[in-house]
């Protein structure tokens, strides 16, 4: 049985440039795989439109995905969930189904997210095996219980979702939303791997993703970047905490791009202790055009206190 299901990026934050809704596309490429009918909105791109248009495809299960808590800006302190509670009150009359909320936000404070906003429940940590899971019950007519699930009144800290990539599945929501994104940042976003094993104590990346890291299929990576091309992209961003923390993966992640001959050029954040030579010229010759690094401290002692080796 499939399940009608309705995702949504809730991210609308454009400064200095737009993100494309990497975490909505594969949740879209879990469901697809798995046989379900899936409505992608992003709601930096599609208008008032989407309503009716949701509301006549009359969905099942509506997810709900929350990227930034806040801006990150010292001298801000408003946050970026403005608005949640009013979009979850519309889903509501949209159809009878449940509203589940997910993505980074969450993963940090899921208690007091799903409080705010008023939904069914929420999940902790990744979302593409547990939104296939809430579809399949969505399908079948029940509920779902598990650890990851927190729902309102539980006073419990939920357990992170069962990890697992899904393989590119939804190529229509990228080619639908790549001209505005390359129109107004200029690229797009890829993920290689998820979890971080290193104590930085000023970083989220280990809450969110958790310190064991998994890497997905160099197969699947790959065919993301082919139809990123396809859509018109030239450049691209890995959006993984540290590309680097095993040489390993780099040097298999750039010989499969060097024999794609994709001609596309790319950034990410890299750890400056794991580079050699050899490793920054295998690195340019498959299109790394330039690197973020942390430059924290130069006090040792400073470096020590944030838990960085």
């Not at 993963?107 to 939904?119: H, V, Y």
């Not at 399908?139 to 357990?159: D, F, Y």
Request: glycine share 10%.
């Amino acid at each position: 049985m499939s399940a009608r299901v309705l995702l949504i990026s809730f991210n609308r934050y454009r400064d200095p440039y737009p993100v494309f809704p990497l975490g909505t596309a594969y949740l879209a490429d879990s469901l697809v795989s798995a046989g379900h009918a899936v409505m992608p909105v992003d709601l930096n791109v599609d208008g008032p439109e989407w309503i009716d248009a949701a509301r006549g495809f009359s969905p099942q299960l509506i997810g709900i995905s929350i990227r930034n808590v806040d801006e990150v800006n010292i001298d801000g302190g408003e946050t970026l969930l403005g608005g949640l509670r009013e979009l979850v009150t519309l889903c509501r009359g949209l159809s009878g189904a449940k509203i589940v909320i997910g993505g980074p936000a969450v993963s940090l404070f899921p208690a007091e997210i799903l409080r705010l906003s008023g939904a069914d429940m929420a999940v902790r940590g990744e979302g593409e095996t547990a939104i296939r899971l809430l579809a399949d019950a969505a399908a079948e007519g029940r509920e779902l219980a598990a650890p990851w699930l927190l729902k309102p009144g539980v006073r419990r800290e939920p357990a992170s979702a069962p990890p697992g990539f899904a393989p590119v599945s939804d190529a229509a929501f990228r080619r639908r939303l790549a001209p505005f994104y390359l129109a107004h940042s200029g690229m797009m976003n890829l993920q290689t791997q998820r979890g971080c094993p290193l104590k930085c104590s000023y970083c989220t990346y280990p809450s969110i993703e958790g310190a064991h890291v998994r890497r997905r299929e160099m197969a699947d990576v790959m065919a993301e970047l082919r139809l990123m091309k396809e859509a018109g992209a030239r450049y691209f961003f890995i959006v993984d905490g540290v590309l680097n923390n095993a040489r390993s993966h780099v040097v298999e992640f750039c010989e499969a791009l060097i024999r794609e001959k994709l001609d596309l050029s790319w950034c990410c954040f890299l750890r400056p202790s794991k580079i050699d030579a050899e490793l920054a010229r295998l690195m340019a010759r498959a299109g790394l055009a330039h690197a973020e690094m942390g430059s924290d401290s130069l006090a040792g002692e400073m470096l020590a206190s944030y838990g960085k080796p």
